[in-house]
Structures are given as C-alpha cells and as structure tokens.
C-alpha cells in the first residue's frame, strides 16, 4: 500500500517517463506557456500533488522534457549517420534525418529553439540547457568533419545549415528545406576538398 510518499524503483521511472511523454506532446503541439500545470494533471491522470512531488516546478518537467528531447534527437541522428557509408556520406546522413523527421505530421521545429524562445529569457536553465543541447550538436558534427579529413571550418557550416533548415521547415511547413540543406552541404563540403 502506497502511503503517499513516492514509489522508488522502476515504478517512478516508468511514471517520470509518462509525465515526461505527456508535457512533451503538450508543449510541442501548443507551446509551453500555453499548457498549464492542470492540463498536464488531466492528460497524465495523475493528481497535481503527485506531479509537483515527481516534478517540484513547471520548469524541471521543461528540463526533463528536454533532456529527453537531446536524448531522442541523439540517438535518431547518430543511428542514421551510423548506417551511412563514406565520411561524406555520413555528413550527409544529417540532412537525411532531418528529411525524415520534417516529413513526420507532428514536426512543430525545433524543440529547443521553440523552447529557448518562449523561455530563454525567463529561465536560465531552459537557456543554458538549449545552448547546450546545440554546442552537443556542433561537436558531433566537428567529429563528423574531422573524420572525412575536411577542414575544421566546414563544421560550424554544415551545422548552421541544419540549423536553418529547422527553422525554415516550421515556418514553411514542409520539408524541402532538408534537401536544399542536404545540396548546399554536397556544395560545400566539396569545396573543401
């Protein structure tokens, strides 16, 4: 018998991990100012005094749902580049990815960015989280480009680009801009040969 105090083991996780699911299916489709802490309590099923002793403020399940989010986003770019053949190739996996997941009916941008701008100014720790989340991302993509042997300026280039295709596809709601991302990166990364 549960006498209010939280379930340790597993059981936590597994309900961390749907409040998690929940607020990100939310705040992705509407935003997160726009969701208050009562919407979440009814899309979870759980009672807002479970969600503030899972989650003590809005801004830790914004947290969670963003580190879930660079979890996601990791695992999805790194499985397609890993499939890639040649160096050049693997670069070129990114804009794949992107393809793919700009082709999906729920693509709503970039999380961080759309976070970053509803909070970025109001919560350093959503900031610094999504700053992070980036600077992750432009290693990679460093690691990518040393890798195929091209010069360590091509990096922030291929990754500015993926950036903008982010962008440009949540304004223009579809997907061409990963595969004019994906001919520019072709274009540059030739001209760094």
Known sequence: MND???VAGPALEDVRRHVVETADDLYYA???QAVGMDELRRASGLSLKRLYTLFPSKEQIVLAVLENRHELWTAGVTAKVGAAGSPTERLLAIYDYLADWFADDSFRGCGFINAFGELGAVSPAVADL????KADFQ???AELVQAAGAPAELAPQLAILAEGAQTTAAIAGNADAAAHARRAAETLI????
């Not at 999504?130 to 989340?133: G, K, V, Y």
């Not at 030739?190 to 040969?193: D, G, P």
């Open 4 to 6: 209010g105090r939280p």
């Open 130 to 133: 999504a700053r992070e989340h």
């Open 30 to 32: 509407r935003g997160i």
């Open 190 to 193: 030739r001209a760094s040969s």
């Open 139 to 141: 290693r990679y993509v």
